[in-house]
Structure formats: C-alpha cells, structure tokens
C-alpha cells in the first residue's frame, strides 16, 4: 500500500489526496479478495477453534469496518445492505453496539457467501462516493480513519492466512489451499543458515516506540516514544531453525519439566503437545502441514506454529533466553525492512543463507516472541470513541511478538510494531531468536 497523504490544507482538499486514498482503498481491498479466490464455497463457513474466524467473516468484518467508522458517520445518506450485519460483524467494539459472540461464527450460516460479497461490493460503491467527494469539515478525521482502516484490512488479510491454514490442517486428506504452493516448497533452492552467531550491544538509555513526529502511520499502542534504559544484551543473529527445535524434541524437550513454566508445562500434558503445531512424524521423518499441503520439514527454515511457553522452553534449554521488545527494538534500529513477506508468496517459511546482514531475517518469515508482557507504555492513551477499544482494552494476558511474518504485508510492517497473542496461541507463524544477557 502507498503511503497515504499526511498534510492537507486547512480549508481546501486537493483532488490528488482524495484519488490516493481511493487507489489506497481499492488496492488493499483487492488483495483480500485474492487471498480468498482458491476458497470453495465450503470452506468459508467452516470455525475450526474459538481463535479462528470463518473467510466469511472476515471480509464481511472489514466491510463491517469501513461502514460503522466511515459511511454511517460521513456519507449523508448511507443506507446500510441489512442492520442485523450491525450485529453480525462487529468483532469486539461493545462501545458501538453488542458484538456476536466470538466462538459462535461459525454457525452463521446466513448471509451466504455471495450476500457478503454484496454488502462489500455495497460498501466499496459507497466509500468511493465519500472519497471522491467527502465533507471538508471532517477531511482529517476521514483521512486518519481511512488509514487506520486500510491497516486494520491488511491485519485481517494476515488473519485469512492464518485462519486458512488452520482450517485445513483439521481436515485428514490434507488438502492444498494453492497446488502451486506445493511445488514451490519442493523447487526452493537448498540453503542453510549458517552457525549461530552472536550480536553484542551496550547498555544506555534508549528512545523506545514510534515518532509521531514523522507522520507516519503507527497504532495507538506503539506511542509514545519514551526513554528506557536497556542493560548490554546479545542478540543471536537469526531465528531458530526447525533442525535446532528437533534438537529439543529429540532431547525430551517435551517430556522434561525442568525447562517449562508452570502455565506451559500444564498445557504440555493438557494438550498432549510433542512437537510445534501441523507437525507430524512418520517412518521416514518429520512433515508439517503448510498452504501447499502436507510436506517434510525443512531443517533449514525457521521454526514455526510454536506459543511462547514453547519458544520459552526451548530458550531455557539452549542456555539462552527471549529477547525483551526494548531490547528487539534496539536491534532493529537502522535495519532495512525487507524479508519474506505476502508478497513474495511462499506463505510458509524458508531457508535462506546468510547473507551477511546483521542481525539477519528480522523481518518476515516468522512473528518473534519476546520476553515482554503486552502492556501501555509510559503516557499511553487510547483513541477517543469507540475506536479506543482497538488495543489497549487486550494489555492484559499477552506477550509481544516483533518483526512480521511470511503473511503479513511489506507495507504492514515497521520497526515499533507490537504484535501481541496469549502464551498458548500456535497458530499463528510465530517463532522466536534467541537472546541472553552480556
């Protein structure tokens, strides 16, 4: 996604802005429909686990989004498809209205899948009527929520993902979200990683979270920009590949106590964990379920589907321990973003050599799970309205996650970005670097 305009004139709003905001809008939009175009109809409808949404519901959701921020409040006029999608489609906002409960989706049989795509196409027509033309006393107001909405479309494409996956894995014929995914995995050229290495830097005083300063695009939950003093760390310099987990597991990494906390170690037995989520051992190895369907495990690719309670164990065992997010976001300072993202469409994890760039594959491939608890930084303030609802209602129960993964969108990403999921989530592409004190 192009960067939207930032500065407008006070009384006046220059036809440029408004066309950039519309190719904005169409182009995000545009890749949410790619995302679902290998669906069957079957498969949108289908809510493998309470965390997981329905295709269906999603693109309905982000509609949903647009409508109840956007046209309802700006566009004179706006008559919604059907009020009940009021109730259907709002995920958590209970300032706007009751949302439908989440572990019960799936169960929306109606609208059809061919009613959402109406109400999209609903929406679209309408938001292109408020973008061509909208009221001059709101430009700005407009403007920040147009972006925050096209962000807020763009996490939903890396749920899609995500959900998509989950969704099949369920099913025992392991069936391929893409065939051409398939063959890509099999066609990538052999590349190891190299020995870890280690990254050394000095303690001091360092300026944490995003400058609002630059304009920029960043959530309510990455300000404000803060001092915190951070003690001299090291910083591996690449994740944890799949061959160094079969290591842990290969040692009873799963069978041990010793190296688990409390919460996790629970959850081991609970859940009968052996081994990361979608991964399977047969006679001849290990394999894991991926978008290109059912595929041996790449000893060389970073490790993947693991919650924090795994990425803490294996730390533990290896000597190490988690970075902390100040101490990732120190690292990330001055490094370029790029990586394996949507865009390079593997939607899976891959081996790469390296290259040289330290530290290497900070973004992309795999979110990293840090030591970090998801909490407000000093000063923190939520948005004013229904809006403030976004993220600081969840700063309780989650741990911070950093860098990007092999599904989000290059544009998505940034140095401050903070992902958060609770401890035990897997289905996520989370991984993990190591880290441990100087």
Known sequence: MAPLAHQLASDTLETRHTKEWLRDYQRVRAATERLCAPLHREDY????????????????????????????????????????????????????????????????SRPTVDDVYRYRAHVDEAMARLLEAPPVEHVDEIRRRVELGLHHEQQHQELLVMDIKHILAQNPLCPVYRDDLRDDLATS??????????????????LIGHESATGSFAYDNEMPRHRQFVEAFELADRP?????????????????????????????????????????????????????????VDEHAPVCHV??????????????????????????????????????????????????????????????????????????????????????KFMSGQMVLRGGCCATPRSHIRASYRNFFPPQARWAFSGLRLARDA
């Open 45 to 108: 409808m289908v809510q493998s686990m309470p965390d997981v949404s329905p295709p269906k519901w999603h693109i309905a959701h982000v509609s949903w989004f647009f409508e109840a921020f956007l046209l309802i409040p700006f566009l004179k006029d706006y008559r919604s498809l059907d009020p009940a999608y009021d109730f259907l489609f709002n995920s958590y906002y209970e300032t706007h209205g009751t949302p439908f409960p989440r572990p019960e989706r799936g169960v929306i």
């Open 189 to 206: 050229p052999a590349a190891t990683p190299g020995e870890l290495a280690w990254l050394n830097y000095p303690a001091g005083v360092r």
């Open 307 to 392: 919650s924090f309670y795994e990425a803490d164990a294996y730390a533990r065992w290896s000597g190490a321990r988690l970075p902390s997010e100040a101490e990732w976001e120190v690292a990330a300072e001055g490094v370029d973003i790029h990586g394996n993202f949507v865009e390079n469409d593997h939607l899976q994890p891959v081996a790469k050599a390296t290259d040289g760039a330290a530290p290497g594959r900070l973004y992309g491939d795999v979110w990293e799970w840090t030591g970090s608890a998801y909490r407000p930084y000093p000063g923190f303030r939520t948005l004013p309205g229904s809006l403030g609802e976004y993220n600081g």
């Open 240 to 296: 944890v590949t799949n061959g160094e987990f079969l290591a842990f597991i290969r040692d009873g990494g799963y069978r041990r106590p010793d190296h688990w906390l409390a919460d996790g170690w629970q959850r081991v037995k609970d859940e009968a964990w052996t081994a990361p989520l979608y991964w399977v051992q047969r006679d001849d190895g290990w394999y894991h379920m991926t978008l290109g369907g059912l595929v041996p």
